[in-house]
T-cell receptor, first 117, second 112 residues
Framework: GAVVSQHPSRVICKSGTSVKIECRSL??????MFWYRQFPKQSLMLMAT?????????EQGVEKDKFLINHASLTLSTLTVTSAHPEDSSFYIC?????????????FGAGTRLSVL | QKEVEQNSGPLSVPEGAIASLNCTYS??????FFWYRQYSGKSPELIMF????GDKEDGRFTAQLNKASQYVSLLIRDSQPSDSATYLC????????????FGTGTKLQVIP
């Protein structure tokens, strides 16, 4: 149980294009999903927290107009990197958590490696 | 600001030995504690969680929590080369608020 699917696993795109990343909880309802970014040899950096049906809460320094998050259902959240630039190249990881059962456990997707040329 | 501190390592142990990973946290209101393992280039995977003071064992892994000292540790018995990874400590608060704070991780190297 507690499987989180994230797609695509890798994206290579040209500068200026937008990239959408999907995060799905396959066998549980995720009341909360989290989006992280991780640069090489650095720790996880939380970008935003999203709850189903409401606006995402962004961490300080994260541009909400550049990183659009939609959490339309209890099993799906999407992150869109708009007008991507080379400095946005990173490893983006989602996680999902449920209000029921065990407290605060986050289950991670496999991550998306974004390379912007 | 809530902080979670870990020694970045690398922590090198010989195969078969016990690896001891430590984590301290600043928020006394913390109620949930997690250890994640992250292989290079991969996403984190949950190893252990603990909510109460004391020890919790799962196979070769033992999580130890001391809320008075604001300290949580992970012991890995009979360490294997496949245990070589970065171990992330994460701490959360209660009340249904599901955001957790991650430490920067400790890199473990198990030497064959």
């Amino acid at each position: 149980g507690a499987v989180v699917s994230q797609h695509p696993s890798r994206v290579i795109c040209k500068s200026g294009t937008s990239v959408k990343i999907e995060c799905r909880s396959l066998d549980f309802q995720a009341t909360t999903m989290f989006w992280y970014r991780q640069f090489p040899k650095q720790s996880l950096m939380l970008m935003a927290t999203s709850n189903e049906g409401s606006k995402a809460t962004y961490e300080q320094g994260v541009e909400k107009d550049k990183f659009l998050i939609n959490h339309a259902s209890l099993t799906l959240s999407t992150l869109t990197v708009t007008s991507a630039h080379p400095e946005d190249s990173s490893f983006y990881i989602c996680s999902a958590s449920t209000s029921g059962g065990l407290k605060n456990i986050q289950y991670f997707g496999a991550g998306t490696r974004l390379s912007v040329l | 600001q809530k902080e979670v501190e870990q020694n970045s390592g690398p922590l090198s142990v010989p195969e078969g030995a016990i690896a001891s990973l430590n984590c301290t946290y600043s928020d006394r209101g913390s109620q949930s504690f997690f250890w994640y393992r992250q292989y290079s280039g991969k996403s984190p995977e949950l190893i252990m969680f603990i909510y109460s003071n004391g020890d919790k064992e799962d196979g070769r892994f033992t999580a130890q929590l001391n809320k008075a000292s604001q300290y949580v540790s992970l012991l890995i018995r009979d360490s294997q080369p496949s245990d070589s990874a970065t171990y992330l400590c994460a701490v959360g608060q209660d009340g249904g608020y599901q955001k957790v704070t991650f430490g920067t991780g400790t890199k473990l190297q198990v030497i064959p």
